[in-house]
């Protein structure tokens, strides 16, 4: 009889911590010692996105290299999508008692990065942000309340309702505004073609809904912002950002000339000096 209770308190811790596993809203690879570094990556892309970046750092830091679920082959969660990320990293940080952690997070990473920065002012080294900024909605919709991006509205229902082929060809088109590097477009529309569709409509909705322009004075970590160029122009970019850093007391930002949204595609040895400068001891 023993034996048998024995069996049975084993599955059932077994299969707690199986359930506890798939719920984890992202995987994680770690590699490199030294100081922690979370890397965050962009909208749909997975921590492949940071090899380069990563074959930098991991000879002077620990790279704990995030890949977000609903991309590449890590599961989906159930919405909200990024909120719930949130409070995994957050986890994530206190299970493996990381001690002031930098952040390094490209576009939705980078926004990420700023959400726990201004929540935890005192738990951060430093943030690198990477074409990032804290309000993509007050961007992208300037004439629309945040609280006012609902998830059930005839975009997401079209976006949702797309056939796989006219999904692809969305997907190409993307790419080939966030790159000017050719020979990179095709891994970006494999890792869009890839993505969930429900976590592709719906977690996008949740970075539109987020707003951290006003929480921004919270932020005690110095902050360096590398920032593209392409389409817009210099000017009408370093616009953009100042009003969405008002409240940033203290940052610094370059701007990567003809690079796109994947800096590090387009300007890798500049994006590499940047990187190494920002994290030199």
Known sequence: MNHIKILVTAFLLASVSLLNAQQEPFSVEVVGKGDPILLFPGFTCTGEVWAETVDQLKKTHEC????????GNTPAVEKPWLPKIKKGVEQYIKVNKLLKPALLGHSVGGALALWLAADHPDDYSQLVLVDAIPSTGALMMPNVKNEDISYD?????????MSDEEFKGMAVQMAAGMTLNQDKRGQLEKWIIMADRKTYVYGFTDLLKLDLRDQLD????PVTILAATEPYGKETVAKN???QYTKLADYKIFFADHAAHF???????WFSEKIKQAFAK
């Open 218 to 221: 919270k932020i005690k970590a």
């Open 153 to 161: 509205n005839p975009y997401n229902t079209q976006m949702l309702n």
């Open 263 to 269: 800096i590090m595609y387009d300007r890798p040895a």
């Open 241 to 243: 950002y100042k009003a």
């Open 64 to 71: 704990h290299i995030f890949t977000f679920a609903g991309f």
